[in-house]
């Protein structure tokens, strides 16, 4: 070993001090000029002052340092009022079936069935439909975003914890398949459709919404098991736009672009316990 | 072996890998010089609009809500856009913008994080719920380019794309509400 | 050794295993999303799919990998025994459950989110729990390789810790402050709303938190490479060190500048304001300057060993070197792989120019070739190179390995080149599916199936990669004992502690980490911004 | 090598690869850097010219963001 080497302590200290001063000196390069040179200039270019320009740089103030902000417009109608706030999805997770089977089977029996299978071709099965979904198409009719002569009324009287006790009670009837069918029944053509879509019209695949579990829009409905001509009515009325309470016309848009036979094809397909 | 000829190769060594350390340094100074200069004179940024917006409830009112989604433009003659990205598509579907003009971009989402841009230029930004995506641009050519969504919202994500439709400014004539849509084709 | 070969095999072999299937299911998502595989999976397979190759490669090959390597650089660069084996086992065995645990739901279709957490789409809660598992276990070799360094330093005072761990320990540092950020998103955010605890998550915070873990990572699974081309590629060339100092620094400005740099993942995303992202732009600048000074190091290391064996002139050295050595070889080709993904790098930090490719082919493009290219290829070297030691055979030839290193940088270069020039056109990430009847994507249609050619030739690459190490396995051959580590031209005699250690490092990282990200992510607690549903896919 | 010197990558040196012979060490040294100096320089020039290039001819025409 080299006697004269000197003690690490000793010639540590530049390497302390340097590095120091190199890290910091980075920084605050980066500071004056991200922070406070180009919002400035830019600002100053478009009549933004100096405050506001390097507010918005460090993301305080809304808005680019660069531009003037847009004005907002004037509030329209919603097509629906549900919102999903923590504390309605927290009202829906706590639900309890046991509550929603007295209304159930005070009220609702008469068309959609004890166990969720509907009485008639008008009336959808909600056998194993997700709560949320049933708890959003409930509310739509309580605010009129959806209208139905039967419906209106009673989800009127309904209030928002019984809306949800129903839907949980539905959502916890098993579905029973009584409709069953093997994919070699199906067109494949429409089951194309289904696990696909179609990129040419931008038609996404119905199972990535439709499917339990595939993470679409929270409010979507499951779809097997569902009686066909209220689903073949639904997709007619969406693509006609008379049913307009799906937000922002996600099923608007697609229903316009199906052709009836793919509508019928469809509903058929969904008639079956298909997941 | 002694220490000495070692100890020349030590500081010959440490002096050409400072010399290198300096060459390292004109690269970095390349690259951060042509970002700050375009950035103080032709006011290039990333889109860093820090403007919260709830996702819960953008289609109750507001500019985000259904009715007022699309391209407007205002008394001072300036082009907005405002769209939604929303599991699986974008609303409106089609976008109007007029060429070599200032256009304004707003997206926001009501659902899961979706991200855009438009193929053929420098529009690109993160749609994240909470917020509103701005961006500022110019288009230079004219035509119909894509507006896929680029990043993964879910199953459906593949088929989520617009269009936008970029019009010779002549062409590009607001109706009385200041509103420009797609032209049919 | 002796007991050590085990655990490191182990190691190794889970890493490999995955990869080896991460391969095959890249493969097939490229397949599906060319022309030729139109009609073929669904969303939910080719999801499920990403899901799998991105976690297989991203979190098993390399951390399972780094885990074995460091034990083998603990205990034959430090020349001690490993001390708490039984630990290591037990990070080992909570590494493989967690795999396990992950996997799972990904193949149930109950975590097809990728790779990256991103809520509120959310997937199983097993996934999360499983990864948590993982990085637990990583966390327990981190804390043997600082044991490990810490009783060699004792036993050694004054001495300067030999570099291959020097480079370990840095990863090991890094490691942990990389997954802090990671770990707070997990636990804070998104296993509550994936256990169902909450219904809403806070998305611009999640981001936050992710590219906090988002660029460091890839510096974490870049060292190992990195230790290979500072202590065992200047040796396998027949040369030395040109400078154990710059080994040294470029540890550490990774551990600094890999750091405080994530938001550049953010450039395009709106939380967060212009100067915070300039102020990382900048600091991601400075973070070429490890990559370049080894670039420069390991060179003029080459030089000296292509110069000792008679190569002349500026250019002469080169050809002299022995290629057909697989270290040698692999370093030579990782570094032009290395060079294209550093540019494809350079456009994607250029703050508003991010705007051009971000999540577009050039992004996959460039992380492909940094992971794949430079780190990957030099974990095969660095597996040819110890195998002999591990196994106690010998590679019957030396052809079969080059062939499988030259076919990697083929399909590399194949597979990527095509998609730069995509991203630039702007073809973007992560879809099942492009529709090939538009007018502007049908143009890219044949370029899409020359990178699956690339992706085809890499499959290859990765079979004959596990085939001639199970062929050593069982090879006749007794290995020659060798040496592995290289000298430096100067050996250092006594360094400065900030060259011996980390503590000024350690907090120099904590004052960046604090300006860089400070404000950041205390604006959403400042004002809380709006949260969004949880999306469960499960 | 003497046993004095500590081996810059490992602690044993058995686990040393190295049968550099100290004179033509020293010989090859005088000329060393130069050659990494070109490969590596050219490789930085190459970058920045790239980038360059790219952010003035393709970024640039495509319309200013911001």
Redesign the interface.
């Known amino acids: 070993m080299?006697p004269s080497a000197p003690d690490p302590d000793v010639l540590d200290r530049p390497w302390r001090i340097w590095a120091t001063i190199a890290v910091f000196g980075i920084v605050l390069s980066g500071i004056l000029?991200g922070v406070l040179?180009?919002p400035v200039?830019?600002g100053h270019?478009?009549g933004i002052d100096a405050y506001t320009a390097i507010c918005?740089?460090l993301?305080?103030?809304?808005?680019?340092?660069?531009?003037q902000q847009?004005?907002?417009?004037?509030?329209?109608?919603?097509?629906?009022?549900v919102?999903?706030?923590p504390h309605l999805l927290q009202i829906l997770a706590d639900a309890n079936p046991e509550r929603g089977r007295a209304k159930v089977q005070e009220v609702c029996v008469a068309c959609h069935g004890e166990q969720g299978v509907s009485v008639a071709p008008e009336y959808p099965n909600l056998a194993g439909q997700s709560g949320a979904a049933i708890y959003k198409q409930l509310s739509d009719y309580r605010s009129g975003s959806r209208a139905n002569p039967l419906m209106t009324g009673i989800a009127k009287a309904l209030d928002e914890a019984t809306l949800a006790d129903v839907a949980a009670y539905y959502a916890a009837q098993p579905m029973r398949n009584p409709n069953p069918a093997t994919l070699a029944d199906a067109p494949a053509s429409i089951v194309h459709l289904v696990e696909l879509?179609?990129?040419s019209r931008?038609?996404?695949?119905c199972?990535?919404?439709h499917r339990a579990g595939?993470?679409?829009?929270?409010e979507t409905p499951v779809l097997a098991e569902q009686v066909k001509e209220y689903l073949v009515l639904q997709l007619k009325m969406y693509a006609a736009g008379e049913r307009r309470n799906d937000?922002?016309?996600?099923m608007r848009?697609?229903a316009a672009k199906l052709s009836p036979s793919e509508i019928d094809g469809l509903a058929t397909y969904y008639r079956a316990g298909f997941r | 072996?002694t220490?000495q000829?070692?100890a020349t190769?030590?500081r010959?060594?440490?002096g050409?890998?400072l010399l290198?350390?300096f060459?390292?340094g004109?690269?970095?100074a390349?690259?951060?010089g042509?970002?700050?200069f375009?950035?103080?004179t032709?006011?290039?940024?990333?889109?860093?609009?820090?403007?919260?917006?709830?996702?819960?409830?953008l289609?109750?009112?507001?500019?985000f809500?259904?009715?007022?989604l699309g391209t407007?433009v205002?008394a001072d003659g300036?082009v907005?856009v405002?769209a939604?990205a929303?599991?699986?598509?974008f609303?409106p579907?089609c976008i109007a913008v007029p060429q070599e003009r200032l256009v304004?971009l707003?997206f926001t989402t009501?659902?899961?994080?979706h991200?855009l841009?438009?193929?053929?230029?420098?529009?690109?930004?993160?749609?994240?719920?909470?917020?509103?995506?701005?961006?500022?641009?110019?288009?230079?050519r004219t035509g119909d380019?894509?507006m896929?969504?680029?990043?993964?919202?879910?199953?459906?994500?593949?088929?989520?794309?617009a269009t936008v439709q970029v019009m010779p400014d002549s062409d590009f004539k607001p109706d009385r509400d200041g509103r420009v849509s797609c032209a049919q084709r | 050794m002796r007991n050590a070969e085990r655990l490191c095999l182990a190691h190794f072999w889970v890493a490999f295993a995955a990869f080896l299937a991460a391969a095959f299911l890249g493969v097939w998502q490229m397949w599906v999303r060319s022309p030729l595989g139109a009609d073929i999976g669904t969303?939910?397979q080719y999801?499920a799919s990403v899901t799998a190759h991105g976690v297989s490669m991203a979190y098993v090959l390399t951390t399972l990998f780094i885990m074995g390597f460091g034990y083998f650089v603990a205990v034959t660069a430090l020349n001690r025994p490993l001390p708490g084996k039984p630990w290591a086992w037990a990070a080992f065995w909570m590494a493989v459950i967690g795999v396990v645990m992950a996997l799972v739901p990904i193949v149930l279709g109950q975590a097809?989110?990728?790779y990256t957490f991103?809520p509120?789409?959310t997937a199983s809660p097993w996934f999360y729990l499983g990864l948590v598992l993982v990085v637990a276990g990583s966390w327990i070799w981190c804390v043997l390789m600082l044991v490990a360094m810490r009783g060699w330093k004792r036993e050694n005072p004054g001495q300067p810790v030999p570099l291959a761990m020097f480079g370990t320990v840095a990863n090991a540092l890094l490691w942990l402050w990389t997954t802090a950020g990671v770990a707070a998103e997990l636990l804070f955010q998104v296993i509550p709303a994936s256990l169902g605890l909450v219904q809403?998550v806070?998305?611009?915070l999640a981001?936050t938190l992710f590219s906090w873990t988002l660029h460091a990572i890839v510096y974490f699974w870049l060292i190992p490479a990195y230790i290979a081309f500072y202590t065992i590629v200047p040796g396998a060339a027949g040369g030395r060190l040109?400078?154990d100092?710059?080994g040294r620094l470029t540890f550490i400005l990774f551990l600094l500048y890999s750091l405080p740099v994530g938001m550049h993942h953010?450039?395009?995303?709106?939380?967060?304001?212009?100067g915070w992202?300039?102020i990382q732009?900048?600091l991601t600048?400075?973070v070429?300057?490890p990559t370049?000074?080894t670039i420069?190091?390991i060179t003029?290391s080459l030089e000296i060993a292509g110069r000792l064996r008679g190569g002349r002139g500026v250019f002469g050295w080169i050809a002299a070197l022995p290629w057909e050595r697989p270290a040698v070889l692999a370093t030579g080709l990782a570094f032009v792989m290395l060079g294209f993904g550093g540019f494809g790098g350079?456009i994607n930090?250029?703050?508003?120019?991010?705007?051009?490719v971000?999540?577009?082919s050039w992004v996959t493009a460039h992380f492909h070739l940094i992971f794949g290219g430079s780190a990957v290829i030099m974990y095969f070297a660095i597996a040819y190179e110890i195998w002999p030691r591990l196994t106690g055979r010998e590679h019957a030839s030396l052809a079969t390995l080059r062939l499988q290193l030259w076919l990697w940088f083929i399909g590399m270069m194949v597979m990527t080149l095509p998609w730069h020039w995509l991203g630039l056109?702007?073809q973007?990430?992560?879809?099942?599916?492009?529709n090939y009847a538009?007018p502007?994507?049908a143009g890219w249609g044949p370029l899409v199936i020359v990178s699956l050619a690339g992706g085809l030739v890499l499959l290859a690459s990765a079979l004959l990669f596990v085939r001639n190490l199970t062929v050593l396995h069982n090879s006749p051959l007794p290995a020659v004992q060798r040496p592995l580590y290289s000298l430096a031209?100067?050996p250092p005699r006594r360094v400065p502690a900030a060259l011996n250690g980390f503590g000024l490092w350690n907090a120099l990282v904590l004052a960046l980490m604090l300006l860089a990200y400070g404000y950041p992510i205390a604006?959403f607690i400042i004002?809380p911004?709006?949260?969004?549903?949880v999306?469960r896919?499960y | 090598?003497?046993d004095t010197?500590h081996p810059s990558a490992a602690a044993s040196p058995s686990d040393i690869a190295d049968d550099v012979d100290?004179a033509a060490l020293?010989r090859v040294?005088r000329v060393v850097?130069l050659g990494a100096?070109v490969v590596?320089?050219t490789t930085?020039a190459l970058?920045?010219i790239g980038?360059?290039a790219i952010?003035l001819l393709i970024?640039?025409?495509?319309?200013?963001?911001?």
């Not at chain 2, 990043?151 to 989520?160: A, I, N, Q, T, V």
């Not at chain 3, 911004?529 to 549903?533: I, K, Q, R, V, Y």
């Not at chain 4, 970024?59 to 911001?66: D, E, K």
């Open positions: 080299a000029l040179i180009i200039v830019q270019r478009e918005r740089a993301g305080i103030l809304p808005g680019s340092p660069a531009r847009v004005p907002d417009r004037t509030p329209p109608t919603p097509v629906s009022q919102v999903w706030t879509g179609d990129p931008n038609i996404p695949p199972a990535a919404c595939a993470g679409g829009p929270i937000v922002y016309g996600r848009t697609i | 072996m220490d000829p070692a190769h030590e010959r060594i440490l050409t890998e290198w350390a060459g390292v004109v690269l970095v390349a690259v951060l042509m970002i700050v375009t950035a103080l032709i006011d290039i940024n990333p889109p860093s609009n820090v403007e919260r917006i709830d996702p819960k409830t289609h109750l009112s507001g500019e809500a259904e009715q007022n407007t205002g300036r907005t405002r939604i929303t599991q699986f598509m609303v579907h304004t707003r009501p659902d899961v994080i991200g841009l438009i193929t053929g230029t420098n529009v690109n930004t993160m749609v994240v719920p909470g917020f509103v995506a701005q961006v500022y641009t110019t288009f230079t380019l894509l896929p969504c680029h990043e993964y919202c879910g199953l459906g994500h593949s088929d989520m794309w | 969303p939910g999801f097809s989110v990728l991103y509120p789409l809403t806070d998305a611009g981001r040109y400078s100092t710059m953010l450039l395009m995303d709106p939380e967060h304001g212009n992202k300039f732009v900048l600048a400075f070429a300057a370049l000074l420069f190091t003029a350079l930090m250029a703050y508003g120019m991010n705007a051009l971000h999540n577009t056109q702007g973007w990430r992560r879809v099942a599916n492009f538009d502007i994507i031209v100067d604006q004002t911004s709006p949260t969004a549903m999306h896919t | 090598m003497s010197d100290e020293a040294l850097p100096a590596a320089g930085v970058l920045v980038y360059l952010y970024f640039l025409p495509r319309g200013a963001v911001g």
